[in-house]
T-cell receptor
Framework: GAGVSQTPSNKVTEKGKYVELRCDPI?????LYWYRQSLGQGPEFLIY????????DSGLPNDRFFAVRPEGSVSTLKIQRTERGDSAVYLC??????????????FGEGSRLTVL | AQRVTQPEKLLSVFKGAPVELKCNYS??????LFWYVQYSRQRLQLLLR??SRESIKGFTADLNKGETSFHLKKPFAQEEDSAMYYC????????????FGKGITLSVRP
């Protein structure tokens, strides 16, 4: 009875390395969201997919961050040339509807990224 | 731009005391407001949404457009209410995103 699944749960990497974080949403959910949560902060929006396309990527902080969802299901968040400031918990959420205002978001447990 | 402000980081009360977790928002249109909760070692989950006008686990929240607030209230706190609470806002457009506040830790002591 699967909820949103995120892997890895923990990732430690060195500054300058490339990282991929994976999200497997609830089956049938068309909408998928990525958030980033730094210590002491609320979840910060990064990007939202409706199906295969990115409907809103306005939260991606810079061009080192990129996300894909090629088949409209699993999504991968990619971070190039990681920096210490990228250290955070990266949350994925899915929703059965296209808009958040009529439905709820179902969150994964997050991927904790630490950049040394 | 949409913004959510939770002015307090921590609220500590005794069991049976009333609870009010404050949330103020900024949004130019008609927002949809939510409260999400994260219990220890669990994932973030929806607690309630203002359009449903529901009471969940004894919690209620009323949208006050004049004061741009959506405070979460419970008359008698229980120990199991101890958690992190986030207020969140969405616009009403087709691709609206959910914007969260910084959250508040509620600690209910026995």
């Amino acid at each position: 009875g699967a909820g949103v699944s995120q892997t890895p749960s923990n990732k430690v990497t060195e500054k300058g390395k490339y990282v991929e974080l994976r999200c497997d949403p609830i089956s049938g959910h068309t909408a998928l969201y990525w958030y980033r949560q730094s210590l002491g902060q609320g979840p910060e929006f990064l990007i939202y997919f409706q199906g295969t396309g990115a409907a809103d990527d306005s939260g991606l902080p810079n061009d080192r961050f990129f996300a894909v969802r090629p088949e409209g299901s699993v999504s991968t968040l990619k971070i190039q040339r990681t920096e210490r400031g990228d250290s955070a918990v990266y949350l994925c959420a899915s929703s059965p509807r296209g808009t958040v205002n009529t439905g709820e978001l179902f969150f994964g447990e997050g991927s904790r990224l630490t950049v040394l | 731009a949409q913004r959510v402000t939770q002015p307090e980081k921590l609220l500590s009360v005794f069991k049976g005391a009333p609870v009010e977790l404050k949330c103020n928002y900024s949004y130019s249109g008609s927002p949809e407001l939510f409260w999400y909760v994260q219990y220890s070692r669990q994932r973030l989950q929806l607690l309630l949404r203002h359009i449903s006008r529901e009471s969940i686990k004894g919690f209620t929240a009323d949208l006050n457009k004049g004061e741009t607030s959506f405070h979460l209230k419970k008359p008698f706190a229980q120990e199991e209410d101890s958690a992190m609470y986030y207020c969140a806002l969405s616009g009403t457009g087709a691709n609206s995103k959910l914007t969260f506040g910084k959250g508040i830790t509620l600690s209910v002591r026995p």
